[in-house]
Structure formats: C-alpha cells, structure tokens
C-alpha cells in the first residue's frame, strides 16, 4: 500500500463488496489517503473456504486511523440498497466516490449454461451484476452533483468480450482460474457486457456534471477466494500467472486520486496495462 496521505481528505467512498479481494484492497487504498469509507459486503460471519468478512476490513481500516460505515447488504436485494444508500447520506452527509466492485460469482449458476440455466440464476446475477451498480449510481447521483463532481468505478471483466466459435466462454484475462473458463456459462460474461454499454451511456450523462464513470477490468486477480481455491486443487496460485491483488489495488488507487479522471471516463481501463503503462507500480 502507499504511505498514508490526506489527498482524499473530506472525500466519502462507498465500496461494495468490500469483505476480501480487491473491494477490500480498494477500501484499504482509499483510507489510506484520507477518505471516510463505507464499506458494504454480505459476508458478515465466516464461512468455510471462503477468506474475509467485514469485520475483517473493518479492523484493519480502524488500524489505519479510519472509522468506517459497516453495513450489511445483499445487493441483489432494493431494500438492501436502500438501505445503505440512507445511512451513508444520513451519516456522511454524501458520497464523492463510488466503487461497484460486487459481483454474483455463485459456482452453480456461474457456470450453468442452456438447458440448466434458470431464470432465478439469471435474475439474481444481472439484478447485482448490472442493477445494483445502476441503483446505486442513480441513488447518488444527486449528492455527487452537488458536490462538484464524483468518480463512480465499475469493476468488470474481459469475460464480457465476444468469442470466436469454438471458442470457450471464458476469457484469459477473467476472474477465474484459466482451468474453469471452458466451463463457463451465459450469465457471468452477458452481465458484464451489459454493465460495460450501461456505464458508458450514463458516462455521457455524468459529463457536464464531472461525474466520471469508469469501468476496470482487472484480469484474472489472485484473490483470497481464488487462492484458496487453488489450494483446494493442490495447486499454488502464485505460480499460476495470475495478477497480485496488488494491480488492480493500483489501478483502483490512481483513478480515484488523480486530478482529472475525466479523461478515462465511459471507458473500459484494464489494470495491468494502466499500471505497467504508468509504472505505477516500479
């Protein structure tokens, strides 16, 4: 992580998905320079094989000097959104940025594909893939406006991208382990493809405004779930080529801080390229 600064001091960050992985990594980033973060995550209590809770985030943020918001929520439901669109406007009196870094990534329904793919599965991943992060940004465009302008950072995947026949589902730059790929199905890839047009039409709207919306994708990231995951298959993810969270934290970090992102707004910013390009990690 960088030295601790105040260059977002007086900036509020709402971060989903914020229990492991690069939703932590970016609340840890952002506190680290100063930002008041509310994190949001659905993982509250541990559970087996899968590393992190908010808790978790929540302790080293505190180690940081930050107090963050910690709010429960499940983002595939509107009360849950509701919910933690009031507390953070009643408790931080608004939002600067915004990081929808959550994502439906459930084994089952990630690689279903036709004829077993169920309507439920396909609702439950678009409802947070691609509806959350619209909600949200619908729900805080005002307080954005009205404080000058925001960035509002969509984590996506290369997974949206079209694939010659017979090619597999998956993508090299994914979020998932190179073996899976061939196994994935609809969903997963359409979600973010729909979240990559959605974000860059509501960019347009954002620019009179100084809204900038971003979205990154940050290839196929060493998680603490993929870790373990690897592990699970005698595996060591180090060895697997797959991206240090380091990256993608990186990335996240330069486009909230930088003077003007603006000029990567309605864009898709892939992670490795903009910190290997920039030397932002030498």
């Known amino acids: 992580m960088s030295g601790t600064d105040q260059r977002l001091s007086g900036k509020v960050a709402v971060v989903t998905g914020a229990s492991r992985g690069i939703g932590k990594q970016a609340a840890l980033r952002l506190a680290g320079h100063g930002a008041k973060v509310v994190i949001a995550a659905r993982t509250v209590e541990p559970r087996p094989n899968t590393p992190g809770t908010l808790a978790d985030t929540a302790d080293e943020l505190r180690a940081l000097g930050c107090e963050p918001l910690v709010l429960a929520a499940d983002l595939g439901r509107q009360e849950d959104l509701d919910g933690l669109v009031s507390a953070t406007l009643e408790q931080c009196g608004g939002i600067d940025i915004l990081i929808n870094n959550a994502a439906y990534t459930v084994g089952r ?3 279903a594909t036709v004829p077993d793919l169920t309507r439920d599965q396909w609702e439950k991943g678009f ?9 949200l940004m619908t729900a805080f465009w005002d307080s954005m406006r009205q404080r000058g302008g925001g960035l509002v950072l969509n984590v996506t995947s290369p997974s949206a991208n079209l694939q010659p026949l017979p090619a597999t589902n998956g993508h090299a730059g994914g979020g998932l382990p190179e073996s899976s790929l061939s196994d994935l199905g ?7 493809a729909a979240l990559d047009r959605m974000a ?9 405004h100084n809204i900038a919306v971003i979205n990154l994708a940050p290839g196929h990231v060493l998680t603490e779930t993929m870790d373990e995951t690897y592990r699970q298959q005698g595996i060591v993810g180090s060895e697997t080529g797959a991206i240090p969270l380091a990256v993608p934290a990186t990335a996240i970090d330069y486009l909230c801080t930088i003077e003007d992102p603006m000029r990567y707004s309605g864009q898709i910013v892939h992670a490795p ?4 390009e920039l030397g932002l990690l030498d």
Request: charged residues 5%.
């Open 109 to 111: 329904a990630l690689f």
């Open 186 to 192: 609809p969903l997963y890839g359409a979600s973010k």
């Open 273 to 276: 390229q903009l910190v290997a």
């Open 127 to 135: 409802a947070i893939n691609v509806t959350a992060p619209l909600m």
């Open 200 to 208: 860059n039409v509501v960019a347009a709207t954002g620019m009179p």
